[in-house]
Structures are given as structure tokens and as C-alpha cells.
């Protein structure tokens, strides 16, 4: 069983910035890849970067949703099992809980989980 903990929200002006840090444990399992997904009140959760990671972790890739480029940026240290989302520019409508997610995959049966953070808020006054 991994634990996700996520930290770094709170009040923030708008046009300020802000990093969200995001630490993975327990799991025995390899990570694939870490997160961070958002929800607006009254709205659903929606997908927000991701930083996958190499079998040889020396290689990954970034994703951030094409209508958060040039703001959001996201960034992964695996040998900490840590993903960091740095948000620039921020505004109103950024505020959201920001989930946390870690997907494991078990490197004999190739088995995949998901865990999630309880979140951490954000929010964002004009």
C-alpha cells in the first residue's frame, strides 16, 4: 500500500505563484508515474500534468494539459518519489482541491495501482 501526501497549497492573490509538492511511500512496487488532477466546486475532476518515469529512471516524460501550458509546469525526482507542480500566473478560476495520484506497477506481474492523496486546496482571491 503506498501513501500520497500532498503539501504547498493555500491563499494566494491572483498573478502569484505557487509549488505543490507531492511525496510517495510504502509501496514495494515501482512508480510509472505521479500527478496531479484537480477539482473545482461543482465540478469534476479534471486532469492536470503527469511526469512518468523510466525502468532505468533515468528517462521520463511530461504532460500538462493543453490549456494550462505556459502557466503550469511539472516536474518529478524519483529517487524521492516526488512530484512537484509549479503554477504561475495564478488565477481565479485555479482554485481547486489538487489531488495527488501515484500509478505503481509491479515489476513481476506487471500488475498497475493507483493512489490518491486526500488533496490539498488552493485558492486563488481576485
Known amino acids: 500500500q503506498a501513501q500520497v501526501m500532498e503539501s504547498g497549497g493555500g491563499l494566494v492573490q491572483a498573478g502569484g505563484s505557487l509549488t505543490l509538492s507531492c511525496v510517495a511511500s510504502?509501496?514495494?512496487?515501482?512508480?510509472?508515474?505521479m500527478g496531479w488532477y484537480r477539482q473545482a466546486p461543482g465540478m469534476q475532476r479534471e486532469l492536470v500534468a503527469v511526469v512518468t518515469f523510466s525502468s532505468d529512471f533515468r528517462h521520463g516524460s511530461t504532460y500538462v494539459t493543453d490549456s494550462l501550458k505556459g502557466r503550469f509546469a511539472i516536474s518529478g525526482d524519483n529517487a524521492k518519489n516526488t512530484v512537484y507542480l509549479r503554477v504561475n500566473s495564478l488565477e481565479p478560476e485555479d482554485t481547486a482541491v489538487y489531488y495527488c495520484y501515484v500509478e505503481t506497477i509491479d515489476a513481476i506481474t506487471l500488475y498497475e495501482r493507483m493512489y490518491w492523496g486526500r488533496g490539498t486546496q488552493v485558492t486563488v482571491s481576485s
Open positions: 510504502g509501496s514495494s512496487s515501482s512508480i510509472k508515474s
